[in-house]
């Protein structure tokens, strides 16, 4: 079993992957400073439901598996705390066994600020999401260059990377002949925030490591993740993942479904013809788990596009507005002005078989997966606050 390291483990997706390396006995050790709990008290976000600290999870968590995953509380943009997770220093919060079994074997990157409104809500937001995503990805690389060299750095990218040009998606990569020459070349990008422009910026950080230093980095391009429960939360409903429902922090599925469950017309941005691709949960944790189990070669930046499947806005609304008739919610799709600029009608057709090949099974999104996903935001009706749904951040 390996030691596996996940830098942001208190979030959406951080929490969950933590939950299932240890499950599968793994030693697991999760770094959290709490800046999305810390940004959603700040804006006056909704939560679905309450969610206990990363230190009471991890407590939870062990009284119910008895099985242990460390818990480290501290900023990552200081390359001292990065540093200490490599060469012993690292200071537990909690944690059974004190000792320090050395550096991990992978770790797992997603401790990073990942709104796009939020990123451009004003200068101010700006500036923490470009100094916090930036640094904590350079904290990282330096870290594994001087100590740790061998370790595995698995980080989540966005599909957001890419934008929406007019030529097929490859996997990261694009081989081009120009004036009778080849070459190949990170496939160009063109950030739709200034969220995804950090995005950009850390695969080329991990790049240049790769290049300079043979690092070894997976970069997961991931779309839009949807879903709530995973395997190992289902053992006590406090072991749930972070659930945000708002327009900064919620992603399009979960947005809809909450905003139907609570009677509020499903948001449709514009005409509603962008389309993206998207994941459940679950497949995050199979992309994750696939990648730790066939890690990259010493100096390879290995690139996945982590998506199942594309679904245009109008889609996922006139899905949920089916699904959520059926249940007797009465839905109503309301067309509002756009308040990104993007294009709404646009060519998009991105490849992603490169993680199925390593054994990936993906989950789709059915109206049964939906309709399971309605069941479980209606025990919390109660606490869905309209007011927070739609602020209209511009861009």
Known sequence: MAH???????????????????????EVTVVDNYLRRN???????????????????????????????????????????????FDG???????????????????????????????????????????????????????????????????????????TPEIDIEEGWLEIEHKGRKDKFLYPRQASSLYHTTKIMDTDLFWFGV????????????????????????????????????????TIVNRFITQAVV???LTVYGQGGQTRGYLNIKDTLQCVGASVRTPAKKGELRIFNQIME????????????????????????????NPRKEKEEHYYNPVYQGLQEIGVEPHYLTPEVMEGMFKTVAKYKSNIRKDVIFRGVKW
């Open 89 to 163: 220093r690292v200071q537990y919060q909690w944690c059974v066994d004190k000792k320090f079994t050395g550096a991990p074997e992978t770790v797992i990157h997603y401790a990073e600020q990942p709104s796009a409104p939020y990123s451009l809500l004003n200068y101010k937001y700006a500036n923490k999401t470009l100094s916090n995503n930036l640094l904590v990805t350079n904290n990282l690389m330096f870290a594994l260059k001087d100590l740790s060299p061998d370790t595995h750095m698995i980080k989540i990218g966005t599909m957001g990377e890419y934008g």
């Open 4 to 26: 596996i390291l996940v830098l942001g483990g208190d979030g959406y997706l951080g929490w969950p992957t933590a939950m299932k390396f240890s499950n599968e006995g793994h």
């Open 310 to 337: 594309t679904f245009s806005v109008n889609e996922l609304a006139q899905l949920t507005k089916t699904v959520g008739d059926k249940l007797g919610y009465g839905v109503e799709i309301k067309n509002i002005e």
């Open 211 to 250: 290049r300079m230093w043979d690092l070894k980095a997976t970069d997961l391009m991931q779309g839009p993740v949807y879903g709530i429960e995973t395997e190992e939360s289902l053992i006590d409903d406090r072991l749930k993942t972070i659930f945000n429902y708002d327009e900064i922090f919620g």
């Open 263 to 265: 009677g509020y017309p």
């Open 39 to 85: 940004a959603c008290t700040e804006l006056d976000v909704g939560m679905l439901y309450g969610v206990p600290t990363l230190i009471e999870r991890a407590k939870i968590w062990y009284e119910k598996t008895g099985k242990e995953i460390k818990v480290v509380i501290g900023d990552l943009t200081d390359p001292e705390v990065m540093r200490s997770l």
